[in-house]
């Protein structure tokens, strides 16, 4: 047959047919090198003698030899061209009589074999836990953000932009595939542009394998620790104990987790005002569309809704007042003060102090790099005009006034 299908012609030189047969002749040692199991004995070898200790280490190390000369037997017909395995063989053999080993005896256990890769996917794991998930796609557990809404409202983005806004109405703070986060505000003080939250709507969407679309709403005075049909998880699925709410302070935190998504939720009560806390898995943060471009989680507040902490205006306390109070629960000057100082001047109520220390608390909590945790912006302080000083200039302006007429 060979000799049939390299026949010379003038069509098919004998250089031709030449390089057929030597392509022909590496594709059979190619097959019969890839047969040769030498290297798998080697291995067991150095899994078997890697950690002996105490004084049953020779004899060990004897049952490693012959289970070693046992697996290269068994190859020797695939191995015989293969230089690795002769090199073993004649080193077994020296290694035996230098350790004073028998050839017949016992023999190491074989090592377990690495269970075969999962090619179906998420099959055997829990699809419902998206760190073990992520870890088991990617090799590494997944990135985390970081958002946060509250006081009159200061609004800390995923990408640590922070806002003081108006928006009063109701705004979406986040809008994706998994998640719709929706704050409604109202004024704080009359003739002011500064308003806090007073209503929170939260929507898990449905997610087929894990759990029933669930909602969560929250109102001041009315901080429940179910979610509106009354249940405490995500339903019925088999992965429903994916979704859980707990009331941590009665009446004033309660904290929402979602392990399907990697997600955890905080909403407090402090004062007239709500607040909000999420740390999202980066990839859940990000599954939104073009469409759903409106979040102040992710773009912050519309530059004309946005209002500047350094202009406070005067609503029953002093800003001095309140830089004292705020300075008790938040030692570090930075965004957290100022939005505290900001709000207690603004809206006269002290217990503002606790919105902007809760949100303090649950950013140490989940913001996933602590050196990130502070921001400082320059001249965003509360400057406010005293009311003595403010008649003085009303009284200057007068008097000039009359003095042009």
Same mark, same amino acid.
């Given at each position: ?22 392509? *022909? ?22 899994? !078997? ?57 016992? &023999? ?13 996917? *998420? ?33 800390? &983005? *995923?990408?640590?932009?922070?806002? &003081? ?18 704050? &409604? ?93 999420? $740390?999202? !898995? ?40 309140? $830089? ?45 790099? !602590? ?35």
């Amino acid at each position: 047959m060979g000799k049939s299908a390299c026949n010379t012609s003038p069509q098919q030189p004998e250089s031709t047919c030449f390089i057929l047969r030597a392509l *022909f002749f590496l594709l059979c040692c190619r097959h019969a090198c890839c047969q040769c199991k030498i290297l798998r004995c080697n291995a067991d070898y150095v899994a !078997a003698t890697l950690n002996l200790r105490g004084s049953g280490k020779d004899a060990a190390y004897c049952n490693a030899l012959r289970s070693y000369s046992h697996c290269t037997r068994k190859t020797a017909r695939t191995c015989r061209g293969d230089l690795v395995y002769h090199s073993a063989v004649h080193g077994i053999e020296d290694l035996m009589i230098q350790h004073n080993c028998s050839k017949e005896g016992p &023999t190491s256990p074989p090592r377990p074999r690495p269970p075969a890769p999962n090619h179906q996917g *998420f099959a055997s794991l829990d699809i419902c836990n998206y760190e073990k998930s992520f870890l088991y796609k990617h090799g590494q557990p997944p990135a985390y953000q970081h958002c946060a809404a509250f006081g009159d409202p200061h609004v800390r &983005t *995923f990408h640590d932009e922070f806002h &003081t806004c108006r928006v009063e109405g109701s705004w979406p703070l986040l809008d994706n595939n998994y998640l719709f986060v929706q704050a &409604t505000s109202y004024p704080v003080a009359k003739s002011s542009n500064a308003t806090a939250t007073g209503k929170l709507t939260i929507i898990f969407k449905n997610m087929k394998e894990c759990i029933d679309q669930k909602v969560y709403q929250a109102e001041i005075d009315n901080l429940p620790a179910a979610f509106e049909d009354g249940s405490v998880n995500g339903g019925e699925r088999p992965g429903g104990s994916s979704l859980t709410i707990q009331e941590r302070v009665p009446g004033q935190h309660v904290e929402i987790r979602a392990a399907y998504i990697g997600t955890t939720i905080a909403v407090r009560q402090a004062g007239r005002q709500l607040s909000f806390s999420i $740390r999202a !898995a980066e990839e859940v943060a990000r599954s939104f569309t073009e469409e759903q471009d409106l979040q102040l989680c992710v773009g912050g507040c519309p530059p004309s809704q946005r209002i500047s902490r350094s202009e406070c205006r005067y609503g029953g306390i002093a800003a001095e007042t309140a $830089r004292l109070l705020c300075k008790e629960k938040l030692p570090v000057e930075d965004v957290y003060f100022q939005s505290c100082v900001f709000d207690v001047v603004t809206s006269g109520d002290a217990n503002f102090t606790l919105a902007a220390h809760g949100a303090l608390e649950d950013a140490k909590m989940f913001h996933p790099d !602590a050196e990130k945790l502070h921001i400082f912006q320059t001249g965003a302080g509360c400057r406010l005009i005293s009311l003595p000083f403010l008649l003085i200039i009303t009284t200057s302006n007068l008097l000039a006034i009359q003095l042009c007429f």
